[in-house]
């Protein structure tokens, strides 16, 4: 079992910066990927980054390349997302997930956590 905790996000301007924290309790996480996914009010929870596990491979969706990168620190079984050039169609609840059940792309990850609320005003 893995529990995933989320921090880090908040209320930011266009143009700004956030940090944002998965830590993973539970399982060891070094061993398999993790990713962060969100979504908006109305629409499907959306790809944003995934990272493999030992290796550190990364991937990003389009809406975050360029912007947004994905890394993470396996002493402390954690994943941060930092997002550069935030804009406010980046409003959104973001979702640290781990363990892909299929594609590392599609939210079909065997956990999750509880989500935390970015907010990109204008």
């Known amino acids: 079992q893995v529990q995933l905790v989320e921090s880090g996000g908040g209320l930011v301007q266009a143009g700004g910066s956030l940090r944002l924290s998965c830590a993973a309790s539970g399982r060891s996480s070094s061993n398999y990927p993790m990713a962060w996914f969100r979504q908006a009010p109305g629409k499907e929870r959306e790809f944003v980054a995934t990272i493999s596990g030992i290796g550190g491979r990364t991937d990003y969706g389009d809406s975050a390349k360029g912007r947004f990168t994905i890394s993470r620190d396996n002493a402390k079984n954690t994943v941060f997302l930092q997002m550069d050039s935030l804009k406010p169609e980046d409003t959104a609840v973001y979702y640290c997930?781990?363990?892909?059940?299929?594609?590392?792309?599609?939210?079909?990850?065997?956990?999750w956590g509880q989500g935390i609320q970015v907010t990109v005003s204008s």
């Open positions: 997930a781990a363990w892909p059940l299929g594609s590392d792309y599609l939210p079909t990850y065997r956990y």
